[in-house]
């Protein structure tokens, strides 16, 4: 989970800095997505600092989880419960492939995230007071 976290980090940094200072030779990886390109270039650099954020607070939740702090718990479930909200919203707005390959997904990361295993493991790490 903490390098599924770490990916999403890279991948909205490098999604942020192209938004957020186009023209740049790291431009061309928007052809893995030109579709997502097309309806976030029009935002400006606005929507660039907002993929900054996102990768700042996943590698927040990066360095919780491989610290097995509680809140890196709680911030990982947070993020893919957002991310499964996400899916759903497009899913049901016509991108049923993508968005339904996200809920399902989204949905394995919640399970496996919120099993009894993997809190308890969080909540061991904490130090009691």
């Given at each position: 989970?903490?390098?599924?976290?770490?990916?999403?980090?890279?991948?909205?940094?490098?999604?942020?800095?192209?938004?957020?200072?186009?023209?740049?030779?790291?431009?061309?990886?928007?052809?893995?997505?030109?579709?997502?390109?097309?309806?976030?270039?029009?935002?400006?650099?606005?929507v660039?600092?907002?993929?900054?954020?996102?990768?700042?607070v996943?590698?927040t939740?990066?360095?919780?989880?491989?610290?097995?702090?509680?809140?890196?718990?709680r911030?990982?479930?947070?993020?893919?419960?957002?991310q499964?909200?996400g899916?759903?919203?497009?899913?049901?707005?016509?991108?049923a492939?993508?968005?339904?390959?996200?809920?399902?997904?989204?949905?394995?990361?919640?399970?496996?995230?919120?099993?009894?295993?993997?809190?308890?493991?969080?909540?061991?790490?904490?130090?009691?007071?």
């Amino acid at each position: 989970m903490g390098i599924f976290l770490i990916f999403g980090a890279c991948m909205s940094s490098l999604a942020g800095l192209t938004l957020a200072f186009p023209g740049t030779a790291i431009d061309r990886i928007w052809i893995l997505n030109p579709r997502a390109y097309q309806q976030l270039a029009p935002l400006g650099g606005g929507v660039g600092v907002l993929f900054l954020l996102l990768a700042g607070v996943l590698t927040t939740a990066a360095i919780g989880w491989f610290q097995h702090r509680i809140w890196g718990w709680r911030l990982a479930v947070a993020i893919i419960a957002t991310q499964f909200a996400g899916d759903l919203v497009n899913t049901l707005s016509g991108h049923a492939i993508e968005g339904g390959i996200g809920v399902v997904i989204a949905s394995a990361l919640l399970i496996y995230l919120l099993r009894k295993e993997v809190k308890l493991a969080f909540s061991a790490a904490e130090p009691h007071k």
